[in-house]
């Protein structure tokens, strides 16, 4: 026998039986799974299986989307003809071998989607020829790897959804390379780092990917401004930059240099400034997120901002002008500085001495007043807002705390409903009762997080006093913006039977999602942990967007260090009350309060929004699904479908409960450690989203970086 059949011999023994102990690993042993790959036929002709005409050996190893559960074990490193990896959507655990640093002909590497660990394996050098690689939607740790920029033809970095930790500005390399003369910027073509926890601000090297269509950087804690450099990435057609802490004005070369921009997102950030109308000229921009940012002025109406459905503008309170569908206020106009009118120069002159003497007059009786005032003894009012309130004006705010005002009352606190002279929304304002043991504490504690939480999901507070009452007793209050569709208990739970409580499956996914943001940011988007203590639905408030927000930190403890506790700040939860049916079981024995006990009040949370019954209810059946998920939910979920003959929205209305279900109850798990964490719940979520059939556009507010 030739030598060189001898040696292609041996070559498929050794892919066959590398293919025979990664299946072994795949599939933890169950026979059920790969039935075709046994000895009746050739490995070539294996499910997921291509092979090269020349050597017959293993080219491309394919078989995604499948629910088998193993590892991916080292034997992988055999198949050295390799060229194709796919195994994403596999429920994949464990860590991914450094055997696939032996795969030097490896082009592609897609293990996204799984439950992956670990740290990226620094082998991956040696798959120098490689040009993706999709990693996103795993569990990985660690930082991301700098080598990744020596990698001269990479077209393709997913590494979205997962825990990489770093300065972002170690990065620079990927777009550092091009000044050493390398090619790797003109490969390129995708960079997808989102909710990870890099931080920094985005280094100007990345203005090197010249070729680079879309960056995604989403759901971070990347600040700063953005660099000027971004401006020669004129081949971009998505950026998405939402969820982040970036700052300064919107740059005008987004609408000068970019021009191929399709989809452009900057939610959720601090950018202030008026919309640059350069956007204008971005004649394929379709999609346009500016929500939640500090920005003012008039909204521009050519280009994308002509269509209401293409561009997102909400929390942003000081705009105005725009299309008509915007229902934004008119803005003002300042009058023109010429006046060739005589007429008019002596009505003005006259408006101005009459204005100076109008304003002389008010200065005189504010100087009586604040004389009077000063009859009252105060203390100095904490500066948590953009102004400071005395007790005289919350006194008056409330009709002298009427009862009327009183919108509920609590074991630390009542809460009334007003209006403040110089603040044109209604506020909300929670007079703590300090008879009560602790009550001084709570709002300590309270003031302290609250005024430093940024959120679109949190309540805004505006303000705190610290002051005297009439009476010369001690008085502490809290100032909050109103929510005027009132809490998710009232929602759920209508004792009036108004009806107002028939909320679809849409907007109580929207909620939950809300929720689930409010508590990743609570737990991992801010310098100290802090610890809710009481989630529960008359703690979860309702703008007039249906936006959830998350209030009550009556019982939040700030928890000094995201990823260890100390004995000193740790706080025993014997000392905390919480609400019965919402509280975690291990502080029930005096466990220490924890991030695990958030989501357990979140998980209970969601199993009351599915089931519209209270957690003092029983609800053990909701831990059999699928079995039976049509009649253990809330009935007014299943009214919009009842006419449906054909059962196809039935099944996949069903899918949606089920995973909804799976949520609550992998959140809710007795042990704190096997509970679902927070950032793997807003995954899950937004893939119920994505595959739900009947959304009412009007009703859902699309994260579109997700």
Known sequence: MPMSTIALSLNSKTDKLALLALKEKLTNGVSDYLPSWNESLHFCEWEGITCGRRHMRVSALHLENQTFGGTLGSSLGNLTFLRMLNLSNVNLHGEIPTQVGLLKGLRVLDLGNNNLQGEIPIELTNCTNIKVIRLALNKLIGRVPAYFGSMMQLTELSLGHNNLVDSIGKLKNLGGMALAGNKFTDALLYLDLSNNFLTGPIPSEFGNLKQLSQLNLSLNKLSGEIPKDLASCIALTELWLGGNFFHGAIPLFFGSSLRSLKKLNLSENNFSGIIPSELE?????????????????????????????????????????????????????????????PFKRKLIIGSVVGGVLISFA?????????????????????????????????????????????????????????????????????????????????????????????????????????????????????????????????????????????????????????????????????????????????????????????????????????????????????????????????????????????????????????????????????????????????????????EDETGIVENKIRNCLVMFAIIGVACSEEFPSYRMPIKDVIAKLNEIKSMFPCEDPLLVFTRKYD
């Open 281 to 341: 000229n971005l004649t394929y921009l379709n999609s346009l997120d500016l929500s939640f940012n500090n920005l003012y002025g008039e909204v521009p109406k050519g280009g994308v901002f002509s269509n209401v459905s293409a561009i997102l503008l909400t929390g942003n309170k000081n705009l105005c002008g725009g299309i008509s569908p915007l229902k934004l206020p008119p803005c003002f106009k300042v009058p023109s500085k010429k006046h060739k009118n």
């Open 362 to 642: 008010v200065l005189i009786i504010l100087y009586f007043l604040a004389r009077k005032s000063k009859r009252l003894p105060t203390l100095p009012s904490l500066k948590n807002g953009n102004f400071r309130v005395t007790y005289g004006e919350i006194h008056e705010a409330t009709n002298g705390f009427s009862s009327s005002n009183l919108v509920g009352t609590g074991s630390f606190a009542s809460v009334y409903k007003g209006s403040l002279l110089y603040f044109e929304r209604p506020i909300v304002v929670k007079v703590l009762n300090l008879q009560a043991r602790g009550a001084t504490k709570s709002f300590t504690a309270e003031c302290k997080a609250l005024g430093k939480m940024k959120h679109r999901n949190l309540v805004k507070i505006l303000t705190c006093c610290s002051s005297v009452d009439y009476k010369g007793d001690e008085f502490k209050a809290i100032v909050f913006e109103f929510m005027p569709k009132g809490s998710l208990e009232k929602l759920l739970h209508d004792n009036e039977e108004s009806g107002i409580h028939n909320l679809s499956l849409t907007q109580r996914v929207d909620i939950a999602l809300d929720v689930a943001h409010a508590l990743d940011y609570l737990h991992n988007g801010t310098e100290n942990v802090v610890v809710h203590c009481d989630v529960k639905p008359n703690n979860v408030l309702l703008d007039d967007d249906m936006v959830a927000h998350l209030g009550d930190f009556g019982l939040a403890r700030l928890i000094h260090g995201a990823t260890a506790y100390s004995s000193v700040d740790q706080v025993n939860s014997s000392t905390i009350k919480g609400t019965i049916g919402y509280v975690p079981p291990e502080y029930g024995a005096g466990g220490q309060v924890s991030p695990h006990g958030d989501i357990y009040s979140y998980g209970i949370l969601l199993l009351e929004m599915l089931t519209g019954k209270r957690p003092t209810n029983s609800m053990s059946s909701i831990r059999n699904v699928p079995d039976g998920i049509f009649e253990i939910v809330d009935s007014h979920l299943l009214l919009p479908f009842a």
